[in-house]
């Protein structure tokens, strides 16, 4: 079992719908997750972090965690073909690193 | 100016070469990380380190060696390098213990041929 796993997509969504992404990972003890949006041949960069149960809202953005199920979505309001990118999901590994998934491939279609 | 700079941002080298790829930050963070990227296997791990005399292997270190110059600097090197090697290497940085929140440079296009 990956630490942490994402479905590789692609996930096409039209134009002004929501996407919706999902990550589950296997350490019960994470206690930090973040989602980065990686266009293609650029880095990550970082766009939500949540540390507690529940929802988390940034703009178009929604992060939402549940611990006992092991799992942290990103939902994108009012998707944009702006949106396509690569999500990744990363949770905290012993306090010492972040373990990364592989990412899923958002297509937001005009 | 960008938080996190990599040089070079392109190489070509030829199996066998010693190679630095180098990365610098005006963050003022404490913990520096070298990832590298393969296409569908996600960013995984090579080195991290938390000061300058705190440096830890990461999930897939063997092959790759990195020194902590300065707190701003954190250099990787591929003392003889090989083909598999060829990926997209990051370097990112994090506040220290009171954030896992993590930055990213532009990245370094590797190719060994």
């Known amino acids: 079992q990956k630490e942490v796993e994402q479905n590789s997509g692609p996930l096409s969504v039209p134009e002004g719908a929501i996407a919706s992404l999902n990550c589950t990972y296997s350490?019960?003890?994470?206690?930090?997750f973040f989602w980065y949006r990686q266009y293609s041949g650029k880095s990550p960069e970082l766009i939500m972090s949540?540390?507690?149960?529940g929802d988390k809202e940034d703009g178009r953005f929604t992060a939402q965690l549940n611990k006992a199920s092991q799992y942290v979505s990103l939902l994108i309001r009012d998707s944009q073909p702006s949106d396509s990118a690569t999500y990744l999901c990363?949770?905290?590994?012993?306090?010492?690193?972040?373990?990364f998934g592989s990412g899923t491939r958002l297509q937001v279609q005009p | 100016d960008a938080d996190v700079t990599q040089t070079p941002r392109n190489r070509i080298t030829k199996t066998g070469k010693r190679i630095m790829l180098e990365c610098s930050q005006t963050?003022?963070?404490?913990?520096m990380y070298w990832y590298r990227q393969d296409p569908g296997l996600g960013l995984r791990l090579i080195y991290y380190?938390?000061?300058?005399?705190?440096?830890n292997k990461g999930e897939i270190s063997d092959g790759y060696s990195v020194s902590r110059q300065a707190q701003a600097k954190f250099s990787l090197s591929l003392e003889s390098a090989i083909p598999n090697q060829t990926a997209l290497y990051f370097c990112?940085?994090?506040?220290?213990?009171?954030?896992?929140?993590?930055?990213f440079g532009p990245g370094t296009r590797l190719t060994v041929t």
């Open positions: 350490d019960r003890g994470s206690q930090s």
């Open positions: 380190s938390f000061d300058v005399k705190d440096i």
């Open positions: 949540i540390y507690s149960n």
């Open positions: 963050k003022g963070h404490d913990r």
């Open positions: 990112a940085t994090s506040e220290g213990s009171s954030s896992y929140e993590q930055y």
């Open positions: 990363a949770v905290e590994k012993g306090r010492r690193a972040l373990t």
